[in-house]
């Protein structure tokens, strides 16, 4: 998306999709899979205002979410993923396992740069589909 990554390190997308009528999901049998090859750090995908599914922890693996249930045939129907990525913070009274893991990109080189030679990333910074 190529937008700086913004002090909350929160990131929202939206996107409206339309399952035409004939595509009679329920009677075929026939599921709608939602891939993300990778998104960083924590995701969670709604469809039509639900959740969908626990959220997604990690930044470099893939994961799907099968949507089937939550479509409306016919109508408009609104994705929305938020992400959440709070690279290098340090938390106070967080669980070591709400911990994320780091390397070179942390929190301040997002503003500052050192050690890496390539672009910072965070939210979906892989193909989704």
């Known amino acids: 998306v190529k937008v700086?990554?913004?002090i909350c390190r929160c990131y929202w997308y939206r996107r409206r999709i339309?399952?035409?009528n004939y595509v009679n999901i329920s009677k075929s049998g026939r599921r709608v899979l939602l891939h993300f090859e990778a998104s960083d750090w924590y995701t969670k995908v709604y469809v039509n205002s639900v959740a969908v599914g626990p959220?997604?922890?990690g930044g470099y693996d893939s994961f799907s979410y099968d949507i089937t249930g939550f479509l409306k045939p016919g109508?408009?129907?609104?994705?929305?993923?938020g992400?959440?990525?709070d690279t290098g913070?340090?938390?106070k009274n967080k669980p070591v396992k709400e911990l994320q893991l780091t390397?070179?990109?942390?929190?301040?080189?997002?503003?500052?740069?050192f050690?890496?030679?390539y672009t910072s990333t965070s939210g979906i910074w892989q193909t989704v589909w």
């Open 4 to 6: 700086d990554i913004c």
């Open 18 to 20: 339309k399952i035409p």
């Open 83 to 85: 992400v959440y990525d």
């Open 115 to 117: 050690g890496i030679f």
């Open 89 to 91: 913070t340090i938390a």
């Open 75 to 81: 109508e408009d129907n609104v994705l929305v993923v």
């Open 55 to 57: 959220p997604h922890v």
């Open 103 to 113: 390397g070179k990109q942390n929190a301040d080189s997002f503003d500052n740069p």
